[in-house]
């Protein structure tokens, strides 16, 4: 191959040439010799309109192509400067795709014989970046890209991107080189040109013996794995009262000395030590991290036993180690071990994986492009957890052929081994509600033997608990199951009769599945009780063997037969792979047998999760479908929670605890703990409470603004609601001159206000970023959000909490509607149907306050700091027309309450700006 590269990036009219797109900017870049040697930039006249939105976008307007030459006049320029080079473009299939198309309209036919993707190379070299857009990469190699969007700029810095990459390439260790060479075969780049001449190379020089900064796994290679010193017993223990004295000395302007978090500490120390309960609401801005972190550290000290930290999600747990606790370490005066633990499934099964690497040649695109992404990441990574790797959904299916289950964890290079060795010899153990609940329910604990917890975010503590003590079943994992199994015994055939024999029934149970969830998806939609939620899926409730009709008998006998003959499947092929390796083998077989083993128990898993789902019952749960209603014909998922978990929680882990601390910034309705007393089973365990409030002065930062001027939410024409309301957000918007966050209760109303919005905006002078419109996870949404100098970012569900505005800019805050959960949903309907039962009012029980913490929740988005400022708009006028909306205001910190029509309320705060 050339040593010679182009890099190409075009501006273009549309995506699609044969619609009449046309190129507009052409930027080329030509390296040889990892230098940049030439450049070849044009604008090209596309004889059409610019639209709108690709002016905005570029920057390019119709003037600055006006008298540029025609793409024909330009075509065989371009063409000269890319002979004999090889194609690299960001978005192969883009640019050349384009490219080919409007060359051969001019009567050219070309084809590169060599190209480079490199959004694909980075993909595989740099498996753990968040994004992989030509701007976030120039951001991570600190790249100056001066222009985004326009062809020039663009070409210039995917040449250094390339350069990067091959640099990064050509340091890879000779075995991962070698392993990435059969993976990367047929993925889009010619990923061999590159690696073998590195391979050859390192070869003649004997570079594997001077990589001793790596450990080898059979085949493979990883990150140098240090043992970590003993744990030191701290010679002298200071009092409670010093540490925090210590504390608060060595305070930075990240710790400010607040009354609130000082009684914060005391009161968790107190708990801990004298083996309390205790549940605490701690206002925003009261420091609640630091204020539990500090006293469990001193207690984890003075008792030489961990104490357990659970919060919500993975995303926190990191948070929690990558910046509250080294901020801890800095105010106290000895050492602090902490530790992340997580499921067993976030981490890599280092056997599996090389495993895997010997069956390439059926895998699909995502699973190679995966495999070339572990090979890398494993040279780079201390935990193997999966939370580092930014994989595709293929990539997540194969994830769950690899990652560790119950199998042997006897070798010290199992990364869930090492983190459990970790978590042992820590203070400070981190974990989440999910494992936390794993480890109250299975019979072999994933957590060492701890008495004393903080659970924060508590207010999610009980619905975790009814996730986990629940059942679940989707198509798409189940059927992936069976697929998987299907494939390794047809590899595996070859090593006994008796598993040949078994293909035969395999595929017929397969055709079982499909038809099974393809019944139960007609049997949502069809059915009279159906309903559509806030998540757009249709879904209903069934009771399993009571359920009547011929539809569902069917259904009953389906999964009848797939429980009945699948285990009998898996009894036969479990009995040959005991009998098989129990026999002499070659590693290979042994490997084989391995993997068709692991595949058999993940089908076992869940088939009886089918038979819990479909084929028993159990009193005191509630059952449902969801189905999509433009989704596939199978796609559909199955649920079974218990409503009540709180004697479960009592028994098995309140029980078996001497101290939980239980916080949150919305654990109280009115000022009462009671809902969540109930809820968690607190109430024979002499539970304390404590209600801090926030320090910040919601007074003066803040106003709770409810237009007069709104049509009823509770009207049936939604349209005139939405239309209104995207109005009323514009004028938000356009007249305070601040970032707005708009917070919606269903997708549905986001996308049509969304897009209501947008048809106001026809200058595009205002970012408008929505949930489920704009690409990207609500963290990245976010990040762009606080990034913008101006605009309006709609959100749902993840947005009400956990997401801080902090660093936003001066921003309002919208809640469209009180955030009551849809009756519609299966559970809301059950929980309210039992309430009825028990004789008691289901909604001041259940939905009222449920509401009630979610829009606290909502409300807490906007002042984060004393230095924030701005006004919360409520479009719901049942805060001020019902009863019960004196709940919500009366749950707020005190802030002034003002209603009026929208426009009176803006020139008020308008007016107040200025001033």
């Known amino acids: 191959m050339s040593e010679r590269f182009v890099i190409v990036d075009l501006e273009t009219t549309g995506n699609t040439p044969t619609q009449g797109a046309r190129i507009i900017q052409i930027g080329a870049v030509k390296v040889e010799g990892r230098k940049i040697i030439d450049r070849f930039n044009t604008f090209v006249d596309p004889a059409c309109e610019i639209p709108p939105f690709i002016a905005e976008l570029t920057g390019i307007t119709a003037a600055e ?4 030459p025609a793409f024909a006049e330009v075509a065989p320029q371009l063409l000269a400067f890319m002979d004999g080079c090889a194609f690299v473009a960001h978005n192969v299939p883009f640019d050349q795709g384009f490219l080919t198309a409007q060359l051969d309209m001019e009567g050219y036919h070309w084809l590169p014989q060599v190209s480079f993707d490199t959004v694909e190379m980075s993909r595989v070299l740099f498996p753990s970046q968040d994004s992989y857009k030509l701007s976030e990469l120039s951001g991570f190699l600190a790249l100056n890209h001066t222009r985004p969007h326009q062809a020039d700029s663009d070409a210039l810095i995917t040449a250094e991107l390339f350069l990067s990459l091959v640099h990064k390439l050509e340091s890879l260790p000779l075995a991962t080189l070698q392993q990435l060479d059969k993976v990367t075969l047929r993925l889009s780049s010619d990923w061999s040109q590159l690696i073998r001449p590195v391979i050859k190379k390192k070869m003649n ?17 990883l990150k140098r794995h240090e043992e970590k010193s003993e744990k030191q017993p701290s010679l002298s223990q200071p009092s409670f009262t010093d540490t925090m004295t210590t504390a608060f000395t060595h305070a930075t302007d990240h710790v400010e000395d607040r009354p609130g978090q000082r009684l914060m500490m005391e009161r968790v120390y107190k708990a801990l030590s004298s083996e309390a309960y205790l549940l605490l609401e701690a206002g925003t801005g009261t420091g609640k991290t630091l ?23 993975v995303a926190l747990q990191e948070q929690l180690l990558q910046e509250d606790i080294p901020l801890l370490c800095a105010l106290v005066d000895f050492p602090v071990e902490a530790a992340i633990l997580k499921g067993r499934h976030h981490y890599l099964d280092v056997k599996k994986f090389e495993r895997s690497l010997a069956y390439c040649e059926e895998d699909s695109y995502d699973v190679l492009l995966t495999k070339a992404q572990i090979l890398v990441w494993l040279l780079e990574t201390a935990n193997g957890d999966r939370t580092e790797l930014n994989l595709s959904s293929g990539g997540e299916n194969y994830w769950l052929t690899v990652q560790s289950d119950y199998g042997d964890a006897s070798d010290p290079r199992c990364f869930y081994q090492r983190a459990q ?9 981190i974990v989440n509600h999910a494992l936390l609940m794993i480890d109250t329910i299975r019979e072999v604990p994933a957590l060492p033997s701890v008495s004393h917890v903080i659970v924060d975010e508590a207010h999610h503590f009980a619905d975790v608990a009814r996730d986990h003590l629940g059942t679940s079943l989707r198509y798409v994992s189940y059927a992936f199951a069976w697929q998987r199994l299907a494939r390794l015994l047809e590899e595996a055939s070859g090593l006994s009769l008796q598993l040949q024999a078994q293909l035969t029934h395999m595929s017929v149970i397969q055709e079982d599945v499909d038809d099974l969830f393809r019944m139960l998806r007609a049997f949502v939609m069809e059915t009279e009780d159906g309903r559509t939620g806030n998540t757009g899926r249709r879904s209903c409730s069934y009771a399993p063997t009571v359920q009547v009709g011929a539809m569902w008998q069917a259904i009953f006998v389906c999964a009848e037969r797939i429980y009945t003959h699948g285990l009998k499947l898996i009894k036969v092929v479990d009995s040959v792979l005991t009998s098989l ?11 084989k047998i391995r993997a068709t083993n692991e595949a058999t128990k993940a089908v076992y898993r869940h088939t009886q999760a089918l038979n819990t789902l479909l084929l028993t019952a159990e009193e005191g749960y509630v059952y449902w479908i969801e189905a999509e209603p433009k989704g596939a014909k199978n796609a559909t998922y199955l649920y079974r929670k218990p409503m009540d978990v709180s004697d479960c929680l009592a028994d098995q882990f309140f029980a078996r605890k001497r101290s939980v601390v239980l916080t949150s910034a919305t654990l109280t309705v009115n000022d009462s703990f009671s809902y969540y007393v109930d809820q968690l089973g607190l109430a024979d365990f002499g539970v304390e409470t404590l209600q801090i409030l926030s320090p910040f002065a919601y007074e003066t930062q803040t106003k709770l603004l409810i237009p007069s001027d709104v ?5 049936k024409n939604d349209t005139l609601f939405v239309d209104d309301i995207a109005i009323k957000i514009w004028r938000i918007a356009e007249e305070t001159n601040r970032k707005v966050l708009v917070l919606f209760t269903s997708y549905d109303m986001l996308r049509k206000v969304y897009y209501n919005v947008r048809n106001l905006n026809e200058t595009r002078c205002l970012p408008l970023i929505g949930q489920g419109v704009t690409n990207g996870s609500p963290a990245r949404l976010l990040k762009i959000f606080k990034h913008e100098t101006s605009g309006i970012l709609f959100g749902t569900n993840s947005f009400w909490e956990g997401m801080d505005l902090r660093q936003a800019g001066a921003c309002h805050l919208v809640i469209v509607r009180l955030p009551f959960a849809s009756p519609d949903e299966p559970f809301v309907r059950a929980q309210i149907e039992q309430a009825k039962s028990r004789g008691k009012d289901p909604f001041k029980t259940i939905s009222l306050p449920q509401a009630v913490i979610r829009f606290k929740q909502g409300f807490g988005r906007l002042i984060r700091s004393t230095a924030d400022n701005g006004a919360v708009f409520v479009f719901d006028r049942r805060i001020v027309t019902t009863k019960y909306g004196a709940t919500f205001i009366q749950s707020l910190p005190s802030v002034p309450v003002l209603e009026g029509k929208l426009e009176a309320l803006l020139e008020m705060i308008c007016n107040e700006g200025e001033e």
Do not use: N, W
């Not at 204020?291 to 919500?312: I, N, R, W």
């Not at 060795?421 to 400070?428: K, L, P, V, Y």
């Not at 390796?581 to 490997?591: D, I, M």
């Open 581 to 591: 390796q129990e026999a002499q083998c070659t590693p290979a077989t042994y490997a």
């Open 65 to 68: 192509v006006k008298g540029a």
């Open 291 to 313: 204020g539990y972190l500090l006293p469990s550290v001193h207690v984890a000290k003075k008792t030489g036993k961990p104490v357990v930290v659970s919060t919500y999600t």
């Open 711 to 715: 049509p009823d939410v509770r009207g």
């Open 421 to 429: 060795m970790h978590a042992t010899e820590a203070d400070i153990i």
């Open 205 to 221: 020089i004997h570079a594997a013996l001077a990589e001793t900064q790596y450990d080898m796994f059979g085949q493979l290679v």
